[in-house]
């Protein structure tokens, strides 16, 4: 009897404890936790190894071509009936064979570049359709400020239509020996005409709006306008010349630049000539050591990250979207923090405890649900059509009808994310005073410290670290919102930053009313928007990692403080 | 001091009200900006001239206005054109267009002014009736020279001279060019006539007193040689089915000149179409005007599909021709009356439609003039003309900020501002009967390739595609979050506790627009090429954790014991992989048995019967049936049953028992499977249809990836704030852990739970980024899964941009973040409400 029992207890304790079930709790956690590191995995396989240099293969297929280019990806598929009809009745076996026994043929995907000599960057060959393929020694990967990628073969070097080197190695070496300098002349040029014929630009610009301002106050025929006018021809007149040496500065390095070019010889066998000050980076993949391609990987980052984008995006770098995304996240944490700090402030210490700050502090978090894009509805019509456009009027009548500030923006961007961050700050700020124990605020007032005296010595300094991971995670939220910003400010191209260095004091100036670039609208508009997004695909794994780079630092951040704060109070309890 | 505190007070009273207004102002500012969408037409008499000229007491031919509503026009039955200004009435000029022979009908203008005339002797001529507007430099017309600011207005050499806002000087005049005659091959006086230009050729058709008409092309051509231009005319009759009651009176031919319709004064009217001119045909014959009553007015919308007509009761109807499946005339298309836009009142005297838009406007037998948007039905401007006389004429400005009518000698002139005429709530949210449907439809085509394209705002297919998302998205994210948090709070070691919560805590804070990029340009793709293996890991791998519970469940007691914690997390995490791997296995399979080896094409409704589909929807219902039932009435029995056994024995049972169940849910659901197809039953159509590569399941998944994080934190929050004194109790008295959380801890948190899912459901209703991406945004209402959708956030984001300035279309998407706001406004004002008593509850317990 006794017996009977105690086993009763052990069978249905089997049951009991219903080991099915928590394994399906435990699997739904294990698939959560399953998505985001396979997640992360992806980009961050995707993203760093886009800018490894590869080897370069060429693949000669069976039909006399040839095609050279790095590998991208591999597949298994099988050929549909359209692709079985055009092969050869000896191939198509062969391939049916392969598919009986594999399950499939394997093809690859070549990056083969010359996009302006084939009009596509990438082509998928069968490996029923190569003949063979072969690591030459002397395939070259050449990076263009157009068209793409080139890869081919160092035929002759040529300086002024003459050829100077011939056979790769001789016109590698000239080429190697002059690049450099050649893109010093470059960039020179660039400085040149983004800085020197810039500023005369904006100071002719200056000038015709000095003398639009004029009309407009005093009318056309007013002795103000007069004067303004006379001024304004002065001035166009120096600046012409100005304008004129700055551009003969620039022509003269053009033509300097213009007389190196490299000819190269396609896997195909196609001749192109490829001027030197066009290539940006150019390497013989397959004689790289190891060290020498972590110098190319690296140079490749540097450029990303310190580069603006080319060919619609699709190459160079994202510095613009860096400094856009920056920029704009601290303008808006300046604006949300003191007001978030505040209005917690407010709720907690000042205002009176009840129903109506009950429903406040309902609307705060209810804010937080508003879908982001709401805020960005409300940015666009209030901030910009309202707000900027009577700014316009007031200040900037001259513009008209260009918009000047009735238009997307940096400013209005930050405005934006700010109302929408507002309420990250005020609920972590909010946590955080009322996490500062009683008994000290008690303990001030009984020592005769005024409320104010007791809330910026004891509970503000105790709250910071609370603020401060609500500020941080407020940024967090800010960098990585993209829906808002589509609709007021953030573009796919900004001509000029959003700040710029200046000579005088205070040698920054920030531009709020101008467009921006932003990381996280870059890689919806690159993924989506691109002319060619299969191109532009690496570049956005690439700045994806970026973001997500920026974002976990700031949320680890926040945990680091946060717990931090919380050892803090665990040791200051008592 | 007192002062620094007064200072303080103030200034975080004021930063901390601020900061609320401004909470408020996006509310504020939204509606304000939508309430104009809602708001009627304004309407001011600017004057009522008598023109004792221009008076008629039937219609008159034409009449007209200016784009500046400077100059009115109108053509007499005499055959003179008496031009006036609007402003005070006096007559500018005055000319008799035609004398012999005598003018006996003209067809309606078109917005160009081009219309036709028909005579009495059978002739037809096309022509051109039109103002023309330049613009003059003051200094070089020195008689134009007493224009001032003062007297902005003067009349010079016919023409009208006004000073513009600008300070330009604008002359305005009317212009009249007519062609040679064109006969027709009729004889009798021309009692009606239209035209319609299409490209380069024009149709004719006209109407003689004998009741005959006639149908021409007229096609001209411009040799690039010799810049020769010759016309071609190609006549033929149109046979009329004979009516005792007469010729008819009325005649219209449709915008590409495909379709005449042939109107009596009774209310009959006759299609015949044209598009083959040499062989026109009878295509249907039905009565405007229900037997009651006849027919006094009509005329087409813009566009020429759409006729408005007007009878002697005074109802103001629109008709168009529809493409019903049963249509049994010859072309397949019948016209259907589509709106009722007045009720019965004083005869219809006049119609006259706007030049840029739907909108229409009547006049009545007893004066009165209303204004109506056709598509909306939305009655603009209810007016009447002073004295009551009947309206004869009206026309409306062409830039649709005017109204005038004839009235006798009288012409009234109106400021009209139409605002936003098209949008309604009924317009918006009902379905409403576009043009050229079958009937009333919910569509939203916002934008269009041609000027008479109709914007079609209709919300209904946005909130479709909003709710769509997220019912899929919660679908698969509100289970998985809840269950993890679950074992997360119950069952998870306690090291592994605080890892795993920053990582579900990370996960929170990626942006949505990388989400949205994984989902369109590395998942949809490779979902494309595995659809069946995606469909089978549903079931492979709640199948591989639960066959990893029981093999579990047989390891010896000691070891159950021993490695309950980190070790068991690390095999559940193993058979994770053994599920995937099995639906590689298990997907291609069942591609081959019940999908004809090709589920995207059987998907396509290609091949195939329809036991596969079923079979998928019906796996996880039998599966929820068989557990209700196992527990419910199997359970108690087995217990009893499984009292004398020992452990390792009662093991083995359920390992057989769950081999047993799986055969069983999937016999079922085969055997249910093949019933329901052997009925004639196809899911094809509801929940499957065509595959299109960003649809439904991929955002589900995406974006039940993006509201896991939030939905789990709150959840596990609820669950951990359960006092722990409740479980040490309800563990004390014997129960199994399973036991006090499913008893205990889960019913404790409940409104907690309950709230995290609202909270998800709010951020899924107005997640933007993964939408837009993943999603192919069109607006369809499909419930499939495999379809596209497009929600009211992904829509803002697209045409925001776009959109003009205070356009309706400007309007109308606030009126959707309107929506949306008010929505997540409501959901989580009440998970928040939820939330605290639930606190208050925990904390009480």
Redesign the interface.
């Known amino acids: 009897m006794v017996k009977?029992r105690r086993?009763?207890r052990?069978?249905?304790?089997?049951?009991?404890?219903?080991?099915?079930?928590?394994?399906?709790?435990?699997?739904?956690?294990?698939?959560?936790?399953?998505?985001?590191?396979g997640?992360m995995v992806?980009?961050v396989k995707e993203g760093g190894s886009t800018f490894w240099p590869q080897r370069v293969v060429r693949i000669d297929s069976t039909d006399g071509t040839s095609r050279m280019g790095e590998i991208s990806s591999t597949e298994m598929y099988v050929p549909g009936p359209h692709v079985m009809a055009g092969l050869s009745d000896d191939t198509a076996r062969r391939v049916r064979d392969v598919i009986a026994a594999d399950g499939g043929v394997r093809r690859r995907m070549l990056r083969s570049g010359n996009f302006d000599l084939t009009g596509t960057h990438y082509t998928w060959i069968d490996d029923f359709a190569a003949s063979g393929e072969s690591l030459p020694e002397w395939a070259v990967v050449v990076e263009r400020m157009s068209w793409g990628r080139f890869y081919g073969f160092p035929k002759a070097f040529v300086i002024e239509n003459e050829v100077v080197a011939r056979g790769p190695e001789a016109a590698w070496s000239r080429f190697k020996s002059v690049h450099a300098s050649v893109r010093a002349r470059f960039e020179e040029r660039q400085d040149l005409e983004t800085g020197a014929i810039g500023a005369i630009n904006a100071e002719m610009e200056a000038g015709r709006l000095a003398l639009r301002k004029a009309e407009l106050s005093s009318g056309t025929g007013s002795f103000e306008y007069e004067q303004a006018r006379a001024l304004n021809d002065e001035q166009q007149i120096e600046l012409k010349s100005r304008f004129e040496s700055a551009r003969d500065a620039v022509r003269t390095l053009d033509a300097e630049n213009a007389r190196y070019q490299l000819l190269f010889e396609t896997a195909d066998g196609a001749e192109m000539t490829i001027p030197a000050v066009d290539i940006v980076r150019a390497y013989a993949a397959n004689q790289l050591g190891f060290v020498e391609r972590v110098a190319v990987y690296l140079s490749r980052w540097w450029e990303f990250l310190s580069e603006a984008p080319r060919e619609a995006n699709s190459e160079g770098g994202v510095f613009p979207a860096i400094i856009g995304t920056v920029v704009m996240t601290l303008v808006m944490a300046i604006l949300a923090v003191?007001?978030?700090v505040?209005?917690?402030?407010?709720?907690r210490?000042?205002?009176t405890q009840g129903w109506l700050v009950?429903i406040?502090r309902?609307?705060?978090?209810?804010?937080a649900?508003?879908?982001?894009?709401?805020?960005?509805?409300?940015g666009?019509?209030?901030f910009c059509?309202v707000v900027g456009a009577s700014v316009d009027t007031l200040l900037y009548a001259e513009k008209l009808p260009n918009p000047t500030y009735g238009k997307g923006g940096l400013i209005w961007a930050a405005f934006t994310l700010g109302?929408l961050t507002?309420p990250v700050v005020?609920v972590a700020t909010e946590e955080a005073l009322a996490a500062v124990p009683r008994s000290m605020r008690e303990g001030s007032y009984a020592c005769g410290a005024?409320?104010?005296q007791t809330?910026?010595r004891i509970v503000l300094p105790r709250a910071l670290p609370g603020i401060m991971t609500g500020m941080i995670?407020a940024i967090?939220?800010g960098?990585?919102?993209?829906?808002p910003l589509?609709?007021v400010g953030a573009v796919k191209l900004a001509p000029e930053l959003v700040v710029e260095a200046n000579s005088t004091a205070p040698f920054v100036h920030l531009h709020p009313e101008r467009s921006f670039m932003h990381l996280?609208?870059h890689?919806?508009d690159l993924?989506?928007q691109s002319q060619n997004?299969e191109a532009a695909?690496p570049m956005?794994y690439t700045t994806?990692l970026l973001?997500?780079a920026i974002?976990?630092i700031l949320?680890i951040t926040a945990?680091w403080v946060r717990e931090r704060l919380k050892r803090r109070y665990a040791a200051g309890a008592f | 001091?007192r002062l620094?505190?007064a200072v303080?007070?103030l200034?975080?009273?004021i930063?901390?009200?601020?900061?609320?207004a401004?909470?408020?102002?996006?509310f504020v500012?939204?509606v304000w900006?939508v309430v104009p969408l809602f708001g009627g037409a304004g309407h001011e008499l600017r004057n009522q001239k008598t023109v004792a000229s221009a008076a008629a007491s039937a219609p008159p031919f034409a009449f007209g206005v200016d784009e500046y509503r400077d100059l009115g026009f109108v053509l007499k039955h005499d055959g003179t054109l008496v031009t006036w200004r609007t402003d005070d009435g006096k007559v500018l000029d005055t000319r008799a267009l035609f004398t012999v022979p005598r003018l006996n009908s003209v067809s309606t203008r078109s917005p160009d002014g081009d219309l036709a005339f028909g005579f009495d002797d059978g002739s037809v001529r096309l022509g051109r009736i039109s103002f023309h507007a330049t613009y003059a430099d003051m200094t070089s017309r020195p008689e134009l020279a007493e224009v001032t600011a003062d007297r902005p207005v003067i009349v010079a050499g016919g023409q009208l001279a006004r000073r513009t806002q600008e300070g330009q000087l604008r002359l305005t005049g009317i212009a009249v060019s007519i062609d040679e005659p064109v006969q027709l091959g009729l004889t009798a006086p021309i009692t009606a006539l239209d035209v319609s230009s299409h490209r380069d050729t024009t149709k004719v058709v006209a109407l003689d007193a004998r009741g005959e008409i006639a149908a021409a092309r007229i096609e001209t051509r411009e040799n690039l040689m010799t810049g020769e231009v010759t016309v071609d005319i190609r006549s033929h009759s149109v046979p009329l089915r004979p009516r005792a009651t007469g010729p008819p009176t009325r005649l219209f031919l449709t915008g590409p000149g495909d379709v005449l319709l042939v109107t009596w004064d009774d209310g009959i009217l006759q299609r015949h179409d044209l598009r083959d001119v040499e062989a026109p045909r009878l295509a249907e014959e039905f009565d405007l005007v229900d037997g009651e009553g006849s027919l006094t007015a009509a005329a087409f919308l813009i566009g020429k599909t759409t006729l408005i007509t007007g009878d002697s009761r005074g109802r103001v109807r629109g008709w168009f021709g529809t493409k019903p499946a049963e249509a049994e005339t010859p072309d397949g298309i019948r016209f259907v009356r589509t709106h009722d836009l007045d009720a019965e009142g004083p005869a219809v005297t006049a119609l006259a439609s706007s030049s840029r838009s739907r909108v229409v406007s009547a006049g009545f037998a007893d004066g009165s003039v209303k204004t109506f948007h056709v598509t909306s039905h939305k009655l603009l401007i209810d007016t009447a003309v002073e004295g009551g006389e009947p309206i004869t004429a009206l026309v409306i400005a062409p830039k649709e900020d005017g109204l005038m009518a004839q009235a006798g000698a009288h012409v009234a002139a109106w400021n009209i501002t139409l605002e936003h005429p098209e949008a309604s709530l009924s317009a918006l949210f009902a379905p409403v009967w576009y043009e050229g449907y079958d009937q009333p439809r919910h569509v939203w085509q916002s934008t269009g390739g041609t000027d008479d394209f109709e914007p079609k705002l209709g919300f209904w297919p946005l909130i479709f595609g909003t709710l769509k998302a997220t019912f899929y998205s919660m679908l698969f994210g509100a289970?998985?979050?809840?269950?993890?948090a679950?074992?997360?709070s119950e069952?998870?070691h306690k090291r592994l506790k605080g890892p795993?919560k920053?990582?579900?805590?990370?996960?929170a804070?990626?942006?949505?627009?990388?989400?949205?990029?994984?989902a369109?340009?590395?998942i949809a793709p490779y979902v494309q090429g595995l659809v069946s293996t995606v469909l089978a890991l549903f079931f492979t791998?709640?199948c591989a954790?639960?066959l990893?519970?029981?093999l579990?469940?047989l390891l010896p007691q000691n070891a159950y014991v021993r490695l309950s914690g980190a070790p068991?997390?690390v095999a559940?995490?193993a058979?994770?992989p053994v599920g995937v791997l099995a639906a590689f296995a298990v997907g291609p399979f069942f591609e081959r048995t019940f999908f004809d080896g090709d589920i995207i094409a059987w998907l396509a409704g290609a091949q195939g019967d329809s036991v596969g589909g079923w079979l998928l929807l019906l796996i996880p219902v039998t599966a929820l049936l068989y557990v209700f039932a196992a527990s419910r009435f199997v359970?108690p029995w087995?217990?009893s049953m499984?009292?004398?056994?020992?452990?390792p024995?009662?093991?083995r049972f359920?390992f057989a028992r769950?081999g047993a169940s799986l055969v069983l849910v999937f016999a079922t659901a085969l055997g249910a499977a093949h019933v329901l197809d052997g009925v004639g039953f196809d899911p094809r159509g509801g929940v499957f249809d065509t595959y299109v590569q960003r649809n439904a399941l991929i955002v589900g998944f995406v974006m039940g990836?993006a509201i896991?994080p939030i939905v789990?934190t709150l959840a596990e929050d609820a669950l951990s704030s359960v006092p722990a004194h409740l479980r040490l109790a309800s563990l004390g008295a014997g129960?199994?852990?399973?036991?006090t959380a499913m008893r205990v801890v889960v019913p404790t948190a409940m409104s907690g739970l309950f709230s995290a899912v609202m909270?998800g459901l709010?951020?899924a209703?107005?997640?933007?980024?993964i939408v837009?991406?993943a999603t192919g945004n069109t607006p369809i209402m499909s419930w499939s899964v495999f379809d596209g959708f497009r929600t009211l956030?992904a829509n803002?984001?697209v045409e925001?941009?776009e959109a003009v300035?205070d356009s309706t279309h400007y309007r109308a998407?606030?009126l959707a973040?309107l929506c949306?706001?008010a929505l997540?406004?409501v959901?989580?004002?009440f998970a928040?409400?939820v939330r605290?008593r639930f606190r208050k509850r925990a904390y009480q317990l």
Do not use: D
């Open positions: 009977r086993s009763q052990r069978g249905t304790s089997l049951l009991s404890h219903a080991e099915p079930f928590v394994w399906l709790t435990g699997g739904a956690l294990v698939i959560a936790v399953a998505m985001i590191i997640l992806l980009i003191p007001f978030g505040l209005a917690a402030l407010y709720l210490e000042y205002a009950s406040v309902i609307a705060v978090n209810n804010l649900g508003v879908p982001s894009i709401v805020f960005g509805v409300f666009l019509g209030f059509y109302l507002l005020i005024t409320k104010w809330i910026r995670l967090a939220r960098a990585g919102e993209v829906a589509m609709l996280g609208f890689i919806y993924g989506f997004s695909r956005v994806t973001l997500i974002i976990v949320n945990i | 001091m620094a505190e303080a007070r200034c975080i009273s930063g901390g009200a601020g900061t609320i401004a909470v408020a102002l996006i500012f939204l900006v289970p998985l979050a809840i269950l993890a679950i074992f997360t069952f998870l795993l920053s990582i579900t805590e990370m996960m804070s990626l942006p949505s627009v990388v989400l949205g990029f994984i369109a340009i590395v791998v709640p954790f639960l990893g519970a029981h579990w469940q068991r997390f559940m995490g058979c994770l359970g087995l217990r499984s009292a004398g056994w020992n452990r024995q009662a093991a359920e769950f990836f896991i789990y129960a199994t852990l399973w036991q909270i709010g951020r209703v107005g997640e933007t980024m837009l991406m956030s803002i984001a925001l941009p300035r998407l606030f973040a949306l706001f997540t406004f959901l989580n004002t928040e409400l605290q």
